[in-house]
């Protein structure tokens, strides 16, 4: 379809992990999406013995409530039900805080 998008996506985590030891996956918040979703992410993670997983949210996921309430709630949920024994989720950029803190809720 020409949107370089996708292909950017995918070539992120290996900048991200660069360093850090596998195994990770890139995988997508929601059904539909064009890659494995992040629950089938997790349930392959634990099968192969993984016990610890970090969610690093992505793309225009960093951006969005919903995609960080999916992670922080949503995700380490089934993350404790499939048995992890360390859930974490990478911190959002500077730009992410400025942009809640600026527009405070009335």
């Known amino acids: 379809n020409g949107d370089p998008y996708f292909e950017q996506l995918k070539a992120k985590p ?3 992990m660069e360093g850090l030891t596998p195994p990770w996956k890139l995988s997508w918040l929601s059904m539909g999406a064009p890659g494995v979703t992040s629950e089938a992410a997790l ?9 610890s997983v970090v969610f690093v ?10 995609s960080v309430h999916a992670l922080d709630v949503s995700l380490r949920a089934a993350a404790r039900a499939l048995g992890f024994a360390k859930i ?7 730009g992410f805080l400025w942009s809640i803190c600026r527009f405070p809720l009335r």
């Open 88 to 94: 974490e989720r990478a911190r959002p950029p500077m």
């Open 43 to 51: 349930q392959g993670l634990r099968r192969g013995g993984v016990d």
């Open 14 to 16: 290996s900048a991200v």
């Open 57 to 66: 949210a992505l793309g225009g996921a960093v951006d969005e409530l919903t």
